[in-house]
């Protein structure tokens, strides 16, 4: 299995995910690299196995409907990089 | 050529619980931006998700209420997308295994019942707000409503008609109020309506291509942006264009549905088991403990105020369609002994005209269901006429005195002491002669007038029974 | 006082012999002399002697605990109230947590003293410190090495005596391994044993952390404060914890021991081979039986975790969008820039491979074949060790294919540095305790011996870890110029 510049491209942008032009091609050439050593995968069969989520063999717990947190948002605006009357702010969305 | 709609809705409820889904912060509405935004909510590094015990107990009761299967094993996927108003990057939700299975909804359009298949509801967190007022050309992010409970409830496209579109949200709008998990206030997005719309010629068996209407916030904009988007298909087609798959966003304002370009490229949400969570156990023990502690549902208590109140179908439709109007009904069938028809007319009468006129719920009624049963009580015991008690309803709604209090203060007592009766019907036969002679020789009209001279005489306060008795002997002499 | 056990620490202080702020300033001042190892993002210097004036308070009232006054040293990856969190990352720099990890808290309760935040892989993902951003680590037994990743900077820290022990987290080997070239002990506990509650994720059902210390008696004391259910971690598991001292010298008399024939093939280096087999030898003088097994599926690991953890690691990476926190890129133009070139900026290379290599595995058309693939062959490892462990008590094998290799060695071929965890990964798909001590050395650079153990049994791995501490002394070597 090898993956193509546009691939990687693609994958890229469903990431969100910055790359240098530069780079595309060993990104590429990594994950084709990568996506060889999968391919072991495919030769067992495993028709018949539960995939695994998880290694807790568990339930989730549940919490009681309570309110335990108080206002912090002085102290979470503090670390955020753009912030007016309380809000965080990004460039224009546009629906 | 004629053209069938095909429609499903996906609605989302607020569940109505103190705390978010997977945090300890309140999920009250109306506070100033990211105030009830925890760490948590904010998706800060690090933090994990806990899952709120009372918004899947909600999930339950609706799954029960709707007769669906209630699943023993489900769990929470990871949807990832970009979006500002989603801080961690994905949205925890149910994909493959969603918390209730199939279930149904029976609705009434034009006296014909349709039962309405639900697919699924599963639960999920709300995302944030985007606030798009001037901040420098920026958007404001507010996560406050971020992590709020949400049950997803998806519908079969089983409906044919924006009507039956209507018919149905309202009927679910009405259900989850009843069951009290969702205050269904829907200005402040509490019950929202997503819309699968589609056409093709009538008698075809495969669907066309649906669009998706999105942020329908009102009973009547679900209606009208339906029947927009049904135009919209159906002129399209017949100018030989083509629907194409897409999320359409229904403007208010322009009663009109746009394209939501934004929203389309790259819809693939990559959906996986969140591994911070595990699966959802419910057992037998859980689902008997919510069942015990269930609510009579709307249509169960429909069919029991009709066999035990004898009531008609439309008064116990009304009286059922929420809680609080049937339990207030309930109520002051019981403490005023008085007759359920009555009581039925009187609530879903004159209290429901008086509420409706102030704009308030039976909740906040200024009459309550005791001071109302009281009323009633001197109905039954001819105490008071149902014209005075029209009198004596006014001065409840004003004031905060009892029926009796109404009653003595303002001297509104029926007299049935017939002496007192007859001493008054003398005196006007005596000064009527002429009219007397008249209802002798034959015009029984006539008789109307000295009823009306006697009610007058005794300020309305006379059983008019007892009236009607008196004079007919006495004239006939 | 920097070569002392925790427990000769903690009776040093209570007898008075130093005070924990002199404690404190010799590590600081070992810290200062060997900067070059850049084992450290952060010191704390003023903190650190605030909290160890304290616990000198502390120790004179009586109210010590066992670590009370203690200089510890924290991966950097554990939040830390108002003290920068960097993860290893660009994307972090600029992070001060507003709140503690419950690990921190624990510590902070026990009156321990934090001395810094330690370098580590970018976001825990590497195998030898070197995906940093603040550059690589040096291993203290030999400088041109790597100390292991992804905790490089916890491992070189207690081997250079940098600090009394270190925590670390364990994804793949994260713990393990870098222990291993370093020459020290270091436990991953049981999946759900640690909470993982402030704790940056990487890969959230693998992701646990451990103690990083010179032995198996320190690793006992320190997993006493880490371990412990958590209310606010849906993975936490609520069963009690019991004393990891207590154990500690329970005969090995009849333990039985598993060697699987998949850890001790032809590719094992034969002299890695030759030091395994010199320790398992040790364990059969104190009474323990070998028995030879087989875990097929074992070959598989590698893959499916390569699934697996890059798969979790893109959606947990997600949240480091430049909105609310970290790393945001100067004058987006619009939403897309902003979310692009932040996380262009603020990820480093081995990082965004996993995060495509996740984003392209979830994705439509490939969910099925590597994914849910992946999540079948984790049931088959798991398994494997579950069988293998209804036959012995505790399986033995190597932590690495080789002793420390050298910086830039691996780093141009991605695939080759994964190879690296073949012994480590298996047991963080199946969720089980495991343990690296030092097991000798080969060409002067330290090797480990790994003892995996079933679910919940780690007083039973640090009991089997301490008796061979009792009769070796690997674990008591110090590198040249630290002692």
């Known amino acids: ?25 060993s990104y590429a050439k990594d994950l084709s690299g990568i996506l060889d050593l999968m391919t072991q995968m495919g030769e067992l069969n495993t028709d018949k196995v539960e995939p695994m989520a998880h290694p807790m063999d568990q339930a989730q717990r549940l919490r009681p409907d309570q309110i335990t947190e108080e206002n912090n948002r002085d102290k979470f605006m503090a670390i955020a990089p753009q912030t007016e009357d309380g809000l965080f702010l990004v460039p224009k969305v546009i629906e | ?64 209420a709707i007769n669906a299967h209630i699943a023993p094993y489900s769990i929470f996927a990871r949807k990832n997308y970009f979006y500002p108003d989603l801080p961690k990057g994905y949205q925890i939700s149910q994909m493959d295994h969603p918390i209730v299975g199939r279930g149904h909804l029976d609705i009434e359009v034009d006296g014909i019942t349709k039962r309405i298949g639900i697919t699924r509801a599963h639960l999920e967190e709300d995302a944030g707000k985007s606030l798009h007022e001037n901040f420098h050309g920026l958007t404001g992010i507010d996560l406050n409503r971020a992590g709020t409970p949400l049950l997803e409830i998806v519908s079969e496209p089983e409906m044919s008609s924006a009507k039956e579109a209507v018919a149905y949200m309202r009927k679910l709008h009405e259900l989850v109020r009843y069951l009290g998990i969702c205050d269904g206030n829907m200005q402040e997005g509490s019950f929202r309506c997503d819309a699968n719309v589609s056409v093709r010629p009538k008698g075809q068996v495969e669907f066309g291509t649906r669009a998706e209407i999105k942020n329908i916030n009102s009973f009547k904009f679900v209606e009208k942006a339906i029947n927009h988007e049904i135009e919209r298909q159906i002129e399209l087609i017949e100018n030989g264009g083509k629907v194409v798959q897409e999320t359409r966003l229904y403007d208010s304002v322009k009663d009109e549905t746009r394209s939501m370009r934004s929203k389309e490229e790259a819809n693939d949400y990559r959906y996986f088991p969140d ?43 009304i009286l059922t369609s929420s809680r609080a109007l049937s339990d207030y009904f309930e109520s002051v069938v019981k403490t005023s002994g008085s007759e359920a028809k009555l009581c039925a007319n009187w609530v879903t009468g004159d209290l429901s005209a008086a509420l409706n006129k102030a704009d308030l719920e039976i909740d906040q009624s200024p009459i309550n269901d005791e001071r109302l049963a009281g009323m009633l009580a001197r109905i039954t015991d001819n105490t008071i006429s149902g014209k005075i008690a029209k009198q004596v309803f006014e001065e409840l709604w004003q004031s905060s005195a009892s029926a009796d209090e109404i009653i003595a203060e303002k001297g509104l007592k029926q007299i049935t002491d017939t002496g007192a009766i007859e001493a008054i019907i003398d005196k006007i036969i005596a000064d009527n002669q002429d009219q007397v002679e008249q209802y002798r020789s034959g015009k029984d009209k006539v008789f109307a007038f000295f009823v009306g001279q006697v009610m007058k005489e005794m300020k309305g306060k006379a059983n008019p029974a007892e009236v009607n008795k008196i004079l007919k002997e006495k004239l006939q002499g | 006082m920097h070569n002392k056990s925790l427990k000769e620490l903690s009776h040093g202080l209570k007898n008075r012999d130093f005070s924990s702020v002199e404690l404190t300033q010799e590590f600081l001042k070992r810290i200062k002399q060997h900067q070059d190892l850049n084992a450290y993002i952060t010191v704390t210097e003023d903190l650190a002697l605030q909290d160890a004036l304290a616990a000198d308070i502390r120790i004179t009232n009586n109210q010590a605990n066992p670590l009370t006054g203690i200089p510890v040293a924290q991966k950097d990856i554990f939040c830390t109230l108002n003290i920068k969190t960097s993860c290893g990352s660009k994307m972090l720099d600029n992070f001060k947590a507003p709140y503690n990890a419950t690990v921190i808290e624990k510590f902070n309760l026990t009156g321990a003293v934090m001395l810094g935040k330690l370098n580590m892989d970018e976001f825990a993902m590497g195998s030898s410190n070197e995906t940093s951003f603040y550059g690589a680590v040096k291993n203290p037994w030999n400088p041109n090495k790597v100390p292991g990743g992804s905790s490089g900077g916890s491992g070189a820290a207690v081997a250079a005596r940098l600090a009394a022990y270190a925590t670390g987290t364990d994804t793949g080997g994260s713990i393990r391994q870098p222990a291993a070239l370093c020459g020290i002990t270091g436990l991953k506990p049981t999946y759900g044993r640690v909470s993982r509650y402030g704790m940056i994720a990487y890969a959230s059902s693998l992701d646990q952390g451990g103690p990083m210390t010179h032995s198996a008696e320190d690793a006992a004391i320190v997993l006493q404060t880490m371990a412990g259910f958590d209310p606010k971690d849906s993975t936490s598991v609520d069963i009690s914890v019991p004393d990891y001292s207590a154990t500690l010298n329970k005969p090995l008399t009849g333990l039985k021991i598993g060697l699987p024939k998949e850890f001790f093939s032809d590719e094992l280096n034969a002299d890695m081979a030759k030091k395994l087999t010199e320790a398992i030898d040790e364990y059969q003088k104190l009474g323990a039986e070998i028995k030879d097994i087989s875990m097929p599926n074992l070959k598989l690991a590698i893959p499916a975790y390569y699934v697996i953890a890059p798969a979790e690691c893109s959606a947990n990476l997600s949240r480091f969008d430049g909105v609310r926190f970290g790393h945001r890129c100067a004058n987006p133009v619009d939403l897309t820039d902003l979310y692009t070139r932040s996380r262009g900026e603020g990820f480093g290379k081995e990082v965004k491979r996993r995060i495509l290599m996740g984003t392209y595995a979830l994705s439509t058309g490939y969910y099925d074949a590597y994914y849910v693939k992946a999540q079948k062959i984790r049931r088959l490892i798991s398994d494997d060790f579950k069988n293998a462990l209804a036959e012995v008590d505790v399986i033995m094998g190597p932590v690495t294919p080789t002793p420390a290799f050298g910086i830039g060695e691996k780093m141009s071929d991605p695939v080759e540095m994964y190879l690296s965890d073949i012994y480590t990964i298996a047991i963080n798909l199946a969720g089980l305790p495991a343990i690296s001590i030092p097991a000798g050395f080969i060409n002067d650079l330290p090797i480990g011996l790994q003892i995996i153990g079933n679910y919940f049994t780690e007083a039973q791995i640090l009991n089997i870890a301490h008796q061979y501490q009792l009769i070796t002394d690997w674990h008591k070597q110090t590198p040249k110029g630290f002692a």
């Open chain 1, 1 to 25: 299995m090898s993956l193509t510049t546009n691939d990687v491209n693609k994958i890229a942008h469903l990431a969100r995910l910055g790359i240098e032009t530069q780079d595309t091609e």
């Open chain 2, 1 to 64: 050529m004629e053209w069938e709609t095909v429609i499903g809705l996906e609605i989302h409820t607020q569940l109505a619980t103190q705390s978010k889904i997977f945090s300890g912060a309140s999920t009250a509405y109306g506070a100033e931006p990211n105030t009830q935004a925890c760490a948590v909510d904010l998706g800060l590094p690090g933090v994990l998700p806990v899952l709120n015990e009372d918004a899947v107990r909600k999930a339950v009761i609706f799954g029960m």
């Open chain 2, 275 to 317: 591994p911070d969570l595990l699966p959802v156990i419910i057992d037998e023990d859980f689902k008997a403990q919510i069942k015990a502690n269930l609510p009579e549902l709307p249509h169960a208590k429909k069919l029991r105020f009709k066999t035990d109140y004898q009531l008609d179908d439309e008064s116990a439709t």
